[in-house]
């Protein structure tokens, strides 16, 4: 396995520095490459292991903006970050503009973080039904309010947001949502090439990012849907013209894709291509990352227990040794079944292409009436405050 990928740093002669290949605001990234928040993933421990391999921006899970305000003790956890984390990246999702003031001031004044997304791109169908998620910008008021309180909170730090096409192929909203983002003074766009009713499946609209790069031209805008190979990143921004991608179930098992990235960006043609002995020794770090995280090792090591079908993806690994892989409670127990795993070389194509769940298209859930105006009316503005209280605590 190729050795961990150290992250860029720049020169201090200007004259000597490298252009950073993304700018929001006032960051400058070393690599156009953005790791997607992910529920139950992208915690600390992950991005911390992702760093190891390769330069990019990562982002914590979706936190609640209630949540936040009200400093529920594991949102706290979740905008956590480590010593080593150079750029703190929080994405929140919220409904309330006031709220959303409140949260991106409280990460402002307490200088918590130096980038903050704003998620308007859930499916989850317990946010959607009440108006939220990637059901908000179909509400053209509601849009604007909370990202005009969120630049107006969030001062000198900047400002993204990340959305989908649209409800269906019937109801798109990403190109009036972008104008409202872009006018509102909003960093940066992510657009997610799929509409909420595709959830994952299918395959993302590629030609969607271009339009929105094409319309919206004072900020950069990122592209976000089936970047599961170096190749599939830079062919993205060749034929979109984005500024950026983000990239999230391509990195599931496999952290070492921002190495291949960077090498990809960089022109480079090597590829970290593991054997399952090497696996094995990124599953040990990556569940002794988890166990700092948490503090405890039998919540890291059960946390961890989700990931091992995703690393083992494609490698000919039986089903009771992934089952026993499954059930580990200490990190001894982990060393002691990766030291039984064969040496089995990189399987080639069975570990590359889409990892976790497709899924099939489904009908937005939606609250009654919803599609009927894009502005909110009087008893959609009493009823979408549950949709953050319905996943409040992060």
């Known amino acids: 396995m190729t050795t961990a990928v150290s992250v860029p740093t720049h020169a201090t002669d200007e004259s000597t520095a490298p252009a950073p290949a993304l700018r929001i605001g006032p960051i400058e990234l070393a690599s156009p490459v953005v790791l997607?928040?992910?529920?139950?993933?992208?915690?600390?421990?992950?991005?911390?292991?992702?760093r190891e391999y390769g330069a990019g921006l990562y982002v914590t899970e979706m936190v609640t903006t209630r949540a936040l305000v009200e400093r529920h003790e594991a949102t706290m956890r979740l905008i956590r970050h480590h010593p080593s984390e150079d750029i703190r990246s929080i994405?929140?999702?919220?409904?309330?503009?006031?709220?959303?003031?409140?949260a991106v001031a409280m990460l402002v004044d307490e200088d918590r973080a130096d980038h903050i997304d704003l998620n308007f791109g859930c499916p989850v169908p317990k946010v959607t039904r009440r108006g939220g998620g990637s059901a908000l910008p179909?509400?053209?008021?509601?849009?604007?309010?909370?990202c005009r309180e969120a630049v107006r909170r969030a001062g000198d730090v900047p400002v993204t947001m990340k959305m989908r096409k649209g409800i269906n192929e019937d109801h798109l909203t990403y190109l009036n949502a972008a104008?409202?983002?872009?006018?509102?003074?909003?960093?940066a766009i992510?657009?997610?090439?799929?509409?909420l009713e595709q959830q994952y499946s299918g395959t993302a609209d590629w030609e969607s990012i271009a339009k929105l790069k094409e319309t919206i031209t004072?900020?950069?805008?990122?592209?976000?849907?089936?970047?599961?190979?170096?190749?599939?990143?830079?062919?993205?921004?060749?034929?979109?013209?984005?500024?950026?991608?983000?990239?999230?179930?391509?990195?599931?098992?496999?952290?070492?894709?921002?190495?291949?990235?960077?090498?990809?960006?960089?022109g480079r043609a090597d590829r970290i291509q593991p054997g399952l002995r090497e696996v094995?020794?990124?599953m040990i770090r990556h569940a002794e990352l988890l166990v700092e995280f948490f503090g405890d090792e039998g919540h890291g090591c059960r946390d961890f227990r989700k990931h091992v079908a995703w690393y083992f993806k494609g490698y000919p690994v039986g089903g009771e040794v992934r089952r026993r892989f499954a059930l580990i409670d200490s990190l001894d127990e982990l060393r002691e079944l990766v030291g039984e795993l064969a040496d089995a070389p990189w399987p080639g194509i069975g570990a590359e292409g889409p990892r976790g769940r497709a899924g099939t298209p489904r009908r937005a859930a939606l609250p009654d009436g919803w599609l009927n105006s894009p502005f909110l009316n009087?008893?959609?503005?009493?009823?979408?405050?549950a949709a953050e209280l319905d996943v409040s605590g992060g």
């Open 36 to 50: 997607a928040p992910m529920a139950g993933v992208t915690n600390e421990a992950f991005r911390r292991l992702c």
């Open 91 to 102: 994405q929140l999702y919220g409904v309330d503009p006031e709220t959303v003031g409140d």
């Open 138 to 146: 179909w509400k053209t008021d509601l849009l604007e309010a909370i």
């Open 179 to 187: 104008r409202i983002a872009e006018d509102a003074g909003l960093a």
């Open 190 to 195: 992510t657009l997610h090439g799929r509409t």
């Open 218 to 266: 004072s900020i950069p805008v990122l592209g976000n849907g089936d970047v599961f190979e170096g190749e599939d990143g830079v062919r993205m921004m060749a034929e979109t013209g984005c500024d950026g991608i983000v990239v999230g179930r391509g990195v599931l098992g496999r952290p070492w894709l921002f190495g291949d990235l960077e090498a990809a960006f960089a």
């Open 280 to 282: 094995g020794a990124a």
């Open 378 to 385: 009087e008893a959609e503005r009493g009823g979408i405050a």
